[in-house]
């Protein structure tokens, strides 16, 4: 796929559609694309590709905390979605397909992994920790304020590894992508009423292990 040209005077973004910006004019552009795909032409699903990819790439990331990894499952996502487009539903948006394929792929090798861990020891606490480093770090304001940042990021980063993947996911698609209740319900294949109990979990849990950097009271839960 990657060696093919692109069709000429096909856009590469939805917001370039000569369709316009409408959703139904995307939905016939990339029914107008699959259809072309389906009949021989290989080219036309490169569009799809230069479209979706950063995007995809970008959400696969944060779901799996795994740079590597991600770009494997983004591959692997359109592959399939390749391999499958004689069963989406011309009627219907690709990138919400798309995305399914992708978020199940990296829940699958999420669980995959954790079902091959067998270590029995929890990490050791890092006696250099920078929780306890003193000396040019404290020497004016703007030091402490950059060690803060630094430390919220990463404890920040440790709280979304320490959550349950699928928990994960749904964070991330409410809270970072602004998806609906329905629309997740849909991507991951679950009812709403279990994609807001997994949410109301996802943010306890994340609540909790960011407590010393929330304000007294904890945040609301509209805003983690």
């Given at each position: ?62 779901i ?76 004016d ?18 709280a ?65």
């Open positions: 796929m990657a060696g093919e040209r692109r069709p000429e005077g096909i856009p590469t973004r939805p917001h370039d559609s000569p369709l316009g910006e409408s959703k139904d004019g995307i939905v016939r552009e990339e029914a107008d694309l699959v259809r072309r795909v389906l009949s021989g032409e290989k080219a036309a699903f490169e569009v799809l590709v230069m479209r979706y990819h950063r995007d995809l790439l970008r959400l696969l990331r944060r799996t905390r795994n740079a590597e990894d991600a770009e494997d499952l983004t591959q692997e996502a359109f592959l399939r979605a390749y391999r499958a487009l004689d069963r989406f539903d011309l009627a219907r948006p690709f990138r919400p397909w798309l995305w399914t394929i992708g978020i199940r792929l990296a829940l699958q090798s999420l669980a995959s992994r954790r079902r091959g861990e067998v270590s029995l020891d929890g990490p050791e606490d890092d006696p250099g920790d920078e929780r306890r480093q003193d000396g040019p770090w404290l020497a304001e703007r030091s402490v304020r950059h060690l803060d940042e630094r430390l919220l990021q990463r404890d920040l980063s440790d979304l590894d320490g959550l349950d993947p699928m928990h994960r996911a749904i964070l991330i698609l409410r809270v970072v992508e602004e998806r609906t209740y329905e629309e997740i319900a849909s991507l991951l294949g679950i009812p709403i009423g279990t994609v807001m109990s997994r949410l109301s979990r996802a943010r306890r849990n994340l609540r909790q292990r960011l407590a010393g950097w929330l304000p007294a009271g904890g945040p609301d839960d509209r805003t983690l």
